[in-house]
């Protein structure tokens, strides 16, 4: 019998969910690059047959795998299940020679698909790439709508969405309550907003502290808590400072308890994320809280579409301090006491579409073997 070859660029830690679920599903075997590129990965020797490939870089950007050609020509495989790695030449032999020689083999990509901020040479790229696998599947449904309109087949492109940890987070919040942690801290009863992930640039952290000097100087008094360590943590605290919100910021730090990340975000009443939201906003809805980010789709992550507009979270502009302060006092206006229907809201949403049992329905349904 067959057996389904996976090749992904490294197992990361928070993809353990759902890569366990497709070991215990399919007979495969797992390949992974010794890339890691900083990605914090789980123990690979809880799947049954995993081999490392050695990966090298032919410049900051453009690498080759080494083994991953005598894959396609291994007689054990006629399905594979890769991530599509666009800057890796020697996946682009492995397209050509498929194409050439291995006519009845099938090859199946998980990626990003689309974001619409492609440059000319990456949407040539990619272009070639989808037309020359079998199966795409997305990370969301935004994405995979803008395939179809560039004329894909529906059967072509399938959207898989994102998970974490579901069955452990599930159990963990079975035991969360409300707690005083933020009025112990603060020593205020103010709303609480959150962030929680890496302090880096890309996650606009400046814009959240501009807006809570905008709001403070209204007269509307929020804390804030941000959960995590990065290269800007200096730079924030400067602004804290300057802007005399010191009573107002905790910067927690990195926490890798989840039991503690979960307490954390459970008691918060906004997670808010200028910059592309990612899997901060399935970490923070999985625990019961809406999620605040930008509205310039074509700069987020897929993870945006878990955010009802109103029920789940909300949307403001892109790179826009003021519209930031604006949709944290509208949202607080609107939700403050329905508090507990927006984190039941919530839960729904992650349980409905970003789980690793969501996933594997749609893996199930759609890999062509």
């Given at each position: 019998?067959?057996?389904?070859?996976?090749?992904?660029?490294?197992?990361?830690?928070?993809?353990?969910?759902?890569?366990?679920?497709?070991?215990?599903?399919?007979?495969?075997?797992?390949?992974?690059?010794?890339?890691?590129?900083g990605v914090k990965s789980?123990?690979?020797?809880?799947?049954?047959?995993?081999?490392?490939?050695?990966?090298?870089?032919?410049?900051?950007?453009?690498?080759?795998?080494?083994?991953?050609?005598?894959?396609?020509?291994?007689?054990?495989?006629?399905?594979?299940?890769?991530?599509?790695?666009?800057?890796?030449?020697?996946?682009?032999?492995?397209?050509?020679?498929?194409?050439?020689?291995?006519?009845?083999?099938?090859?199946?990509?998980?990626?990003?698909?689309?974001?619409?901020?492609?440059?000319?040479?990456?949407?040539?790229?990619?272009?070639?790439?989808?037309?020359?696998?079998?199966?795409?599947?997305?990370?969301?449904?935004?994405?995979?709508?803008?395939?179809?309109?560039?004329?894909?087949?529906?059967?072509?492109?399938?959207?898989?969405?994102?998970?974490?940890?579901?069955?452990?987070?599930?159990?963990?919040?079975?035991?969360?309550?409300?707690?005083?942690?933020?009025?112990?801290?603060?020593?205020?009863?103010?709303?609480?907003?959150?962030?929680?992930?890496?302090?880096?640039?890309?996650?606009?952290?400046?814009?959240?502290?501009?807006?809570?000097c905008i709001l403070k100087?209204?007269?509307?008094?929020?804390?804030?808590?941000?959960?995590?360590?990065?290269?800007?943590?200096?730079?924030?605290?400067?602004?804290?400072?300057?802007?005399?919100?010191?009573?107002?910021?905790?910067?927690?730090?990195?926490?890798?308890?989840?039991?503690?990340?979960?307490?954390?975000?459970?008691?918060?009443?906004?997670?808010?994320?200028?910059?592309?939201?990612?899997?901060?906003?399935?970490?923070?809805?999985?625990?019961?809280?809406?999620?605040?980010?930008?509205?310039?789709?074509?700069?987020?992550?897929?993870?945006?579409?878990?955010?009802?507009?109103?029920?789940?979270?909300?949307?403001?502009?892109?790179?826009?301090?003021?519209?930031?302060a604006e949709a944290i006092?509208?949202?607080?206006?609107?939700?403050?006491?329905?508090?507990?229907?927006?984190?039941?809201?919530?839960?729904?949403?992650?349980?409905?579409?970003?789980?690793?049992?969501?996933?594997?329905?749609?893996?199930?349904?759609?890999?062509?073997?």
């Amino acid at each position: 019998m067959k057996r389904l070859c996976i090749f992904f660029n490294t197992p990361s830690f928070y993809r353990e969910s759902i890569y366990r679920k497709i070991d215990e599903s399919f007979d495969c075997d797992w390949y992974f690059g010794d890339y890691t590129g900083g990605v914090k990965s789980f123990d690979i020797k809880l799947l049954n047959r995993v081999n490392i490939l050695h990966v090298s870089n032919a410049t900051h950007r453009v690498y080759w795998t080494w083994g991953l050609i005598r894959l396609l020509f291994d007689k054990r495989y006629d399905t594979y299940f890769t991530y599509g790695p666009t800057w890796d030449l020697c996946f682009w032999l492995f397209l050509l020679l498929k194409k050439l020689f291995f006519h009845g083999k099938k090859i199946n990509i998980w990626c990003h698909a689309w974001y619409g901020k492609e440059t000319f040479f990456e949407s040539k790229m990619k272009r070639l790439m989808f037309n020359s696998v079998d199966r795409i599947f997305c990370y969301g449904e935004y994405a995979r709508q803008m395939l179809l309109k560039m004329g894909y087949s529906p059967t072509k492109v399938c959207a898989v969405h994102n998970s974490l940890n579901y069955d452990r987070q599930l159990q963990i919040r079975s035991s969360l309550k409300s707690s005083d942690i933020y009025r112990s801290h603060f020593q205020n009863s103010n709303p609480v907003l959150l962030f929680i992930g890496r302090l880096t640039k890309v996650k606009r952290l400046d814009l959240l502290i501009k807006a809570l000097c905008i709001l403070k100087n209204e007269g509307q008094c929020y804390n804030l808590v941000l959960v995590g360590d990065g290269t800007e943590r200096d730079l924030l605290q400067s602004m804290v400072e300057q802007y005399d919100l010191h009573s107002f910021v905790w910067f927690y730090g990195a926490c890798y308890d989840e039991a503690l990340n979960a307490e954390l975000i459970y008691n918060a009443d906004l997670c808010v994320a200028p910059g592309n939201v990612g899997l901060t906003a399935m970490h923070a809805m999985t625990f019961g809280t809406p999620v605040a980010t930008h509205n310039e789709f074509k700069y987020q992550m897929p993870e945006f579409e878990a955010i009802i507009d109103g029920r789940t979270g909300m949307f403001f502009k892109y790179s826009d301090e003021k519209s930031i302060a604006e949709a944290i006092s509208r949202w607080f206006s609107v939700h403050q006491k329905n508090r507990e229907d927006v984190r039941l809201e919530c839960y729904k949403e992650i349980e409905k579409n970003w789980t690793p049992d969501y996933q594997m329905n749609v893996i199930r349904d759609n890999l062509l073997m």
